[in-house]
């Protein structure tokens, strides 16, 4: 993972899942005090999630095969360095595409065994 001197930045998918509160609370608390920079997807604009990260991007699905190629491009243009998806689509595309981040640094937060 790439260490900033501000801190980190992380990307957390499904800014409208139920569990983006815990998520981004925990990052913000987390037991280091390290900075963390919140950059928030999902596939729809309107969620309340959005007024909760530090910056928020629509996002096609992850079935579509713009996702990957959009994802990518968030991550480049906020310096992310490392991606934590909140949804279970989210998280077997990803883990399927892994390499195409960490070929450009960015860790992605799912199993080295691609989902099914």
């Known amino acids: 993972m790439v260490t900033h001197p501000e801190g980190i930045t992380v990307l957390v998918t499904g800014a409208g899942a139920p569990g983006l509160p815990g998520t981004v609370y925990s990052l913000r608390k987390n037991p280091d005090q390290r900075p963390v920079r919140i950059i928030g997807v999902d596939t729809q604009n309107e969620v309340a999630g959005r007024f909760l990260v ?27 360095d490392a991606v934590l998806p ?10 399927r595409t892994r390499n195409f981040f960490e070929d450009e640094g960015i860790r992605v937060m799912v199993s080295s065994a691609p989902c099914r």
């Open 86 to 95: 909140q949804t279970t689509r989210e998280v077997a595309q990803l883990s």
């Open 54 to 80: 530090d910056k928020f991007y629509p996002v096609p699905p992850p079935e579509d095969p713009a996702y990957v190629p959009a994802m990518l491009e968030i991550c480049r243009g906020e310096s992310v």
